[in-house]
């Protein structure tokens, strides 16, 4: 992968990275803190570097989404209450990730799903696109997270990050997304766990599909085989699409990565 200059790099920072999914409402903030510098020293070396930063929930919004069951809809005023609990949830992760990124120097502005997008049986069907357009337009950084949304189906559900940059990419044409997590791509020898699948594609995607096992934690949007899925589609669709799927634990890997030089992980490509 090339070095970036001017164009649009989706980034998300997993949940299972920044918080301890088997431990509820835990933020890792060493972690976060430290990737905060990464992104930032990425920026400083390639001002040019435009991106829309996301997150997941992990044990924030997930425990709570779990418990609700937020993803299926809300109907009555117990289920709404949950709505409420999993938005909170997700929001107090969202405001330490936004704090650790400004503090870090990066000009952040929250655009949290909640606010803006509706769904039609989980699917976006409306959304003010034109502010967070405005915002990479005037050199600010747009994030968006893992969040409850209001469906006109079933009431509510959930958004992944993934989910959300798949609505966001064909009107903004990123070069590429990164995503980093806990697992350093994805295994070709799941359980085993021995080496991994440097590439996939809907060529090959048959050979792998047995690496593709969901979180060992709680998690309400389908863990690693649902992001593959959602991915690898997204390549089909966006002309050129690159997705690289890291481990952000290694020091240094993120920035390698931001930076467009070769990372260890899992290229996923049409």
Known sequence: ??????????????????????TPMTANRAVINRLAGEIAASRRANPALRL????????????AAHKYATYQGS?????????????QAARMLNQIVLESLYAAGLPVIAFPPSAG????????????F??????????????????????????STILSTEEVFCYLAPLLHPVRILLAGLEPGVWADFPACTHLAPLITRSNLAQVAPGLSGSAAVDVTGGMAQK????LSLTSEVPNLEVLIFSGSQPGLLQKALEGAAAAGTLLKA
């Open 228 to 231: 593959v899925s959602t991915m």
């Open 117 to 128: 997008m509706i769904t039609d049986r989980r699917k976006v069907i409306r959304n003010n």
């Open 75 to 87: 109907r009555t005023a117990q289920e709404w209450l949950g709505f409420a609990e999993v938005w």
């Open 52 to 63: 829309v930063i996301g997150h997941g929930s992990g044990s924030f919004g997930h425990v």
């Open 130 to 155: 034109e502010p967070l357009q405005k915002a990479i337009t005037n050199g600010l950084i747009p994030m968006v997270n893992g969040d409850v949304v209001f469906d006109r189906d079933q009431g």
């Open 1 to 22: 992968m090339e070095a970036i200059q001017s164009q649009i790099v989706f980034l998300k920072l997993g949940g299972s990275l920044i918080t301890d999914k088997n």
